[in-house]
């Protein structure tokens, strides 16, 4: 019986200690009772790489910071790894377009790029056909309460679904979203940018006579010009590839 004690009691010692130091080890483990990503999910690489070009058919944050470990622990995501720009956004991506019916997002957080961190895979702004709007904001609260800027793009030309919005010092200015012929959302007033781009002027949820006429003839619905603004506001994603930026890596994880 004693014999029997004393292993058990070794056994328990060794156990807190192995957990201990594999805790120390991987301080990004995910618990057990946590989301998981996917096992079904691209495979994910962690030799640097140069920047990969996103941003059609896709929904991303940019986020004015240098440090993308603050982004990563205000997202709270959970069964995080590290991962290069192609495999963080190929894992991205395909979460979005193949898991979004489960309310699955895998977004991937890249590393600086001239002062601004991507998420890349969020929930959209607002679309017509996903009770998304919840998750955009349970998503985003954080990261606008603490960093200087957010913004954020969506590009889905399968539906004309747009959308941009950008947030200074922790308050909403602009969100505009367009999808189906149908205006989700347009709250506050348009951007010097947005004019710059040549893009009609719309007053609330409904098209206006005549606005709606102006709205296709200016290319609003157009899939590159969240792209085209994100570059007058922040970082064009479809730049990346040509732009002068060491081979880096970033992170993926579930949200929600």
């Not at 956004?89 to 979004?100: F, L, Q, S």
Request: charged share 20%; aromatic share 12%; hydrophobic share 45%.
């Amino acid at each position: 019986m004693h014999l029997l004690e004393d292993f058990m009691t070794w056994l328990r010692q060794w156990l807190a200690a192995w957990l201990s130091k594999r805790e120390r080890a991987a301080p990004d483990a995910c618990p057990a009772f946590a989301l998981r990503i996917p096992a079904d999910h691209p495979p994910l690489d962690d030799t640097p790489d140069h920047p990969a070009d996103f941003g059609l058919k896709a929904c991303w944050l940019a986020v004015k910071t240098a440090e993308p470990e603050q982004v990563l622990t205000l997202l709270k995501a959970q069964d995080v790894r590290r991962a290069n720009w192609q495999s963080g956004i190929d894992a991205a991506y395909w979460a979005c377009h193949e898991k979004y019916q489960e309310n699955i997002y895998v977004p991937f957080i890249s590393p600086p790029v001239r002062g601004w961190v991507f998420v890349v895979g969020v929930p959209p702004l607002e679309a017509a056909h996903l009770p998304t709007t919840q998750h955009f904001e349970a998503l985003t609260a954080p990261l606008v309460a603490h960093f200087p800027e957010v913004q954020a793009f969506g590009s889905y030309r399968v539906v004309d679904y747009v959308a941009w919005a950008k947030a200074v010092d922790g308050q909403w200015l602009r969100r505009f979203a367009y999808a189906d012929g149908e205006i989700l959302q347009n709250e506050g007033a348009q951007t010097a940018e947005e004019r710059q781009l040549g893009l009609t002027e719309l007053h609330g949820l409904e098209f206006a006579e005549g606005e709606f006429e102006a709205w296709v003839d200016c290319d609003g619905s157009d899939e590159f010009m969240p792209l085209k603004l994100a570059g007058l506001w922040s970082v064009n994603p479809d730049d990346l590839p040509e732009m002068d930026i060491a081979p880096g890596v970033g992170w993926v994880g579930r949200i929600f």
